[in-house]
Nanobody, 118 residues
Framework: QVQLVDFGGGLVQAGGSLRLSCAASGRTIIRYVMSWFRQAPGKEREFVAAVSGSGDKMDYVDSVKGRFTISRDNAKNTVYLQMNSLKSEDTAVYYC???????????WGQGTLVTVSS
């Protein structure tokens, strides 16, 4: 079992930055592809970004490419999402997830709310 705790969300103005963190416990995450998803009000949850276990491969949804960066520190069992040039449409609850391959998820964090004011 892997327990994931997301944090770092908050209120930010458009154009600003935030860094989300996802702290894992229970098991090392080095074997897992780690992902971030988000769910905006009234919308379905969508994939945002993912990083391979070694950290050498990343995948992003087109809408965040060039603005968001996913990274991981396996020694700290932690994954990050650096979000720059935030837009109002980035407002959502962001969830960390762990899975055995890209676009698969087994474990989820509880979510952290990001609100971007225009």
């Amino acid at each position: 079992q892997v327990q994931l705790v997301d944090f770092g969300g908050g209120l930010v103005q458009a154009g600003g930055s935030l860094r989300l963190s996802c702290a894992a416990s229970g098991r090392t995450i080095i074997r897992y592809v780690m992902s971030w998803f988000r769910q905006a009000p009234g919308k379905e949850r969508e994939f945002v970004a993912a990083v391979s276990g070694s950290g050498d491969k990343m995948d992003y949804v087109d809408s965040v490419k060039g603005r968001f960066t996913i990274s991981r520190d396996n020694a700290k069992n932690t994954v990050y999402l650096q979000m720059n040039s935030l837009k109002s449409e980035d407002t959502a609850v962001y969830y960390c997830a762990a899975g055995m391959s890209f676009r698969t998820t087994t474990y989820w964090g509880q979510g952290t709310l990001v609100t971007v004011s225009s």
